[in-house]
């Protein structure tokens, strides 16, 4: 699968330098989108997502759901969850997250 470019670059050169310039301005986007909650984790990214006519930062769209863990795995997550510093719930998304993004890439590659 190729490598998606940042709008309006056509070099790896060009979108390198685009983000040299604009490091400050993307440094308080992603501590903004921390604070509020907007900010993702998975794996080894982080991202946001940022309103096209605003660029303001958007939360994902998300839906709640309820589940029933066993409580010997919740006190686990809970445990780890806290050695990283994150909320609970949080860590678990991350992993489900992961879950996902790793089955995906099985099943392209099969």
Do not use: H
């Not at 400050?24 to 006519?53: H, M, P």
């Amino acid at each position: 699968m190729p490598k998606k470019r940042l709008a309006g670059t056509r070099t790896e050169a060009e979108e390198a330098r685009w983000f040299e310039e604009n490091q400050d301005r993307l440094l308080k986007l992603f501590t903004q989108a921390k604070r509020e909650g907007a900010l993702r984790v998975s794996g080894n990214s982080v991202g946001i997502t940022l309103s096209k006519n605003t660029e303001s930062i958007r939360k994902p769209p998300s839906q709640k759901v309820m589940l029933r863990i066993p409580t010997g795995d919740l006190e686990r997550a809970r445990d780890q969850a806290v050695g990283k510093g994150l909320g609970y719930q949080t860590y678990i998304k991350m992993l489900l997250r992961e879950g996902l993004d790793r089955q995906e890439r099985a099943r392209r590659r099969a």
